[in-house]
């Protein structure tokens, strides 16, 4: 666990999660969040490793989109163009390299709920 960042839990509680009653009202205010402030496609590095996916540490990946449907009921994954294919991993795996301000703070503030422990 991260030591409390009280600007980043103002902003989270604020315009992610804001008016949201329980698990499925979070993960849809932060996908919302995050589609809306993320400016797309930008270019990203793998910075953890995860074992649904095969990323290394440092590789790096064009981000593409927010990924739809139920599977950011749990937690954020991204479209990423990776080896001729379209893959969906967790947007906590990468770090914006090349993105537009709102968009590193976006992703920031996720990776940040993320260390927090926080889940919906």
């Given at each position: 666990m991260k030591e409390k960042d009280a600007v980043r839990e103002e902003r989270i509680h604020m315009e992610a999660i804001?008016?949201?009653?329980?698990?499925?009202?979070?993960a849809m205010g932060w996908y919302y969040y995050l589609d809306d402030k993320v400016s797309f496609p930008f270019a990203a590095e793998c910075i953890a490793i995860d074992r649904r996916n095969t990323l290394e540490l440092?590789?790096?990946?064009?981000?593409?989109?927010m990924t739809g449907g139920d599977i950011c009921m749990q937690e954020m994954y991204v479209d990423i163009s990776w080896k001729d294919k379209v893959l969906a991993v967790p947007l906590a795996q990468?770090?914006?390299?090349?993105?537009?301000?709102?968009?590193i703070e976006a992703v920031g503030d996720w990776h940040y709920w993320v260390m927090q422990g926080y889940t919906f």
């Open positions: 804001v008016d949201a009653y329980g698990p499925e009202e979070q440092g590789e790096q990946v064009t981000v593409l989109r990468l770090s914006p390299l090349d993105a537009d301000e709102d968009s």
